[in-house]
């Protein structure tokens, strides 16, 4: 496959033909070899039923060839156009309520209904035939940010009837489910598939949750299906052009570990300073870090940004505006967290519509302003490291389980108000990155034998083969980490009673569960060594069996009892942890793993500086990125040269980016 460094997303369709060359060779001149196109342009390109007009399309795609641009093509099934939904108003979605959604703005559609999946059909076969042999068109993307909009949707009698058949190939005979779903419970118990609704809006509060756990991955599993619909189609059209999708970081709908199976390589979209979060003031380096690090887990190598933020964000409301170096920063966190390519959004800010204040590279206006002058420099100045240093990896020692399964089962029952899976891990994750230790996240599936350390928080859902997969970890000498809500149920998201908990985890981490607390509106205390800390959400009162305490609770009725504790087991050790570690007990314990694991940290780094590396045949790119807006000193360690060659004077400008080199 070509390489490509940078990129940008475009709607010709915005703005008159004459001004399509004039940006083209902008683009060209900015240093831009590759467009996103299309994605949302149905309407234009299908006005009737049947009647395919590529025209301008083809014009806009010539114009940019012309100046050596190559083109990725977006399916638009993310925008059904208005005469498809007045034919077949079912493809409307419903939400959970019952209540149907209706046309207006995007993502109005129903991804099992047949009559969609016909016009999707019809329209994706004469798309990729048309383009099949168009050189400059090197790639497709299915739809756009699948399973985004989707969050309670769809609930309608097609998806039902698609969940019915699910179940069944699942369960085979409807006593296995009434089994798996403990329908003995309120009188749940089912006599057929047929049957079997959807988990709409209840009378009264509290759905079954096996119920709920089998419909999420029946969604999870739709919506793969849906995306592999098109691929198949547009694969077999086009076998040499590649097929990427733009995923959203932790989003839990689908899973992307399914779903990056279809992909030649996953692309992820990246906007920092969107205007989603309310706290603006709030440091948020390591969670953007976090996403990156989730985003090269899907293949396990490096991946594209397909719409990194280029300007200020908002919809109707807008975000703080990006500072002076603060977008050419984000992209090259991207890249240090393992982007081969980054696509910026958009090229103009968009006069029309909903999204006329999400800004691009240039302004409604069309003159170059701030953002293109910082990234035009950027591109310039970092296109020949991105060429280099493609397909380089960071060889993390430290890995993250991230379960979509465990994420949805806590997501039905959080047991505490604020406890939420994601953050869960991240107290993990944004200690280590607080230490600069590179980390990769891992799914069920994966090879875990090169990592040093697996940090497999609420293994809440156990099943024989996964807890197997676990004891050989450590038994061949790795170490685990694992916490409170493990082996507490089967896969069917029912109680395990088959002993103490954590339940068939006893021998693994010499631990036996006696009873717990849930920390509602109060927070706890892990005294270590003396030092006392805070924890919050839960307790585990544990009685050691064969391990080792190592931190002790100094709070109500159970202080002086073990909060974490080791155990050797095989050549390796598990360790678990009892609660929810505030900041600083997380820093302490991964320190003390780390430093007994023998993982070293990058180097010290200030608050906000992030220390980042890529390594390929023998070379490493050392990434340092000051998020403060103040001036920061680091401590380069030895071997290390300047990449571009600039004398370092141990000083990081206010949200500046350097890069060295070793090797
Ligand atoms: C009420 C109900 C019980 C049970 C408990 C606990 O007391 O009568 O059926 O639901 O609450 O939820
Ligand atoms: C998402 C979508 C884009 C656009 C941007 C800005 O990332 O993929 O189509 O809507 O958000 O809102």
């Known amino acids: 496959m070509k390489s490509y460094q940078f990129g940008v997303d475009y709607y010709p369709e915005h703005w008159p033909r004459e001004r ?17 196109l299309a994605e949302f342009s149905w309407q234009k390109f299908e006005p009737r039923e049947g009647e395919f007009h590529f025209e301008e399309l083809d014009e806009a795609i010539a114009v940019l060839a012309a100046q050596g641009i190559d083109v990725i093509l977006g399916t638009p099934t993310a925008a059904p156009p208005k005469w498809i939904i007045d ?32 016009h999707i059909r019809r329209y994706v076969t004469a798309f990729a035939a048309h383009y099949a042999k168009n050189p400059a068109v090197v790639g497709w993307q299915v739809d756009n940010e699948l399973g985004n909009s989707h969050g309670d949707l769809c609930y309608c009698d097609h998806c039902r009837d698609r969940f019915q058949a699910w179940l069944k190939e699942k369960y085979g005979a409807i006593d296995a489910l009434n089994r798996a779903w403990g329908t003995a419970f309120w009188s749940q118990g089912y006599d057929d598939f047929t049957s079997i609704p959807a988990p709409r809006f209840p009378a009264a509060w509290g759905l079954n949750p096996s119920h709920e756990l089998d419909w999420r991955r029946f969604t999870s599993d739709l919506v793969c299906e849906f995306h592999r619909f098109q691929a198949d189609i547009l694969r077999a ?19 992307y570990y399914e779903l990056g199976e279809q992909l030649d390589f996953a692309s992820h979209d990246q906007y920092p300073g969107g205007h989603f979060h309310a706290r603006h003031d709030e440091y948020r380096a390591d969670f953007h870090a976090a996403e990156l690090d989730f985003i090269r887990a899907v293949k396990q190598q490096p991946f594209w940004i397909m719409e990194q933020q280029s300007g200020i964000t908002g919809w109707e409301i807008l975000g703080r505006a990006p500072k002076p170096g603060q977008i050419p920063l984000w992209a090259m966190q991207s890249v240090a967290h393992g982007a081969d390519t980054i696509v910026f959004f958009r090229w103009r800010s968009c006069a029309m519509g909903t999204e006329q204040y999400w800004h691009g590279i240039l302004p409604h206006n069309g003159i170059p302003g701030r953002y293109h002058a910082e990234i035009s420099a950027m591109m310039k100045q970092y296109a020949p490291l991105l060429k280099e240093m493609a397909g380089a990896m960071p060889g993390a020692e430290v890995a993250i389980l991230r379960s979509y399964d465990q994420e949805r089962a806590i997501g039905i029952q959080p047991h505490h108000p604020d406890h939420r899976y994601i953050q869960h891990l991240l107290t993990y994750y944004k200690a280590l990155h607080r230490a600069n230790i590179p980390v990769d996240f891992v799914g069920e599936t994966h090879d875990w034998s090169k990592y040093k350390v697996l940090i497999a928080p609420l293994q809440f859902l156990m099943t024989e083969a996964h807890l197997d997969k676990l004891r050989a970890y450590v038994e061949k000498g790795g170490r685990l980490v694992v916490t409170w809500r493990s082996g507490i149920k089967d896969d069917s998201n029912l109680c395990h009673t088959d002993g103490p908990v954590p339940v068939r985890f006893n ?24 030092v ?12 050691a069996t ?6 002790a609770y100094a709070h109500e ?11 050797r087991y095989g050549q390796g050790e598990c360790w678990y942890v009892g609660t929810t570690m505030g900041d600083a007990l997380a820093d302490r314990f991964i320190a003390e793993i780390c430093r007994e694991a023998e993982v070293a940290p990058l180097m010290p780094t200030p608050h906000g500086v992030e220390a980042v590396h890529r390594k390929k045949d023998g ?8 998020h403060n807006e103040t001036p920061q000193q680091a401590d380069l360690p030895a071997g290390y040269a300047p990449w571009d060659g600039a004398p370092w004077t141990g000083e990081l400008a206010p949200l500046g980016v350097r890069v060295f080199v070793k090797g």
């Open 546 to 551: 064969t391990a080792e305490p190592v931190a």
């Open 532 to 543: 006392e800390y805070k924890c919050a959400h839960w307790c585990d009162v544990l009685h």
């Open 557 to 567: 009725f159970y202080a002086g009892t073990p909060a974490i504790t080791r155990n």
């Open 20 to 36: 399509w060359a004039i940006d083209a060779q902008m683009m060209k001149d900015m240093g831009i070899q590759i467009v996103r």
């Open 507 to 530: 021998a693994l981490t010499g631990v036996n569960l006696l009873e717990y607390d849930c920390l509602r509106d109060c927070a706890g205390a892990v005294r270590w060594e003396g």
């Open 237 to 255: 059209a086009a076998p040499d052009k590649f097929i990427t999708h733009n995923l959203m970081g932790f989003s839990p709908k689908p899973s």
């Open 619 to 626: 070379r490493t790119w050392l990434f340092l990125l000051n």
């Open 87 to 118: 034919r077949n108003p079912e493809i409307q979605p419903t939400d959970w309520k019952g209540q149907q959604r209706f046309f207006g703005s995007r993502h109005h559609d129903c991804q099992s209904n047949p009559a969609y999946r016909e």
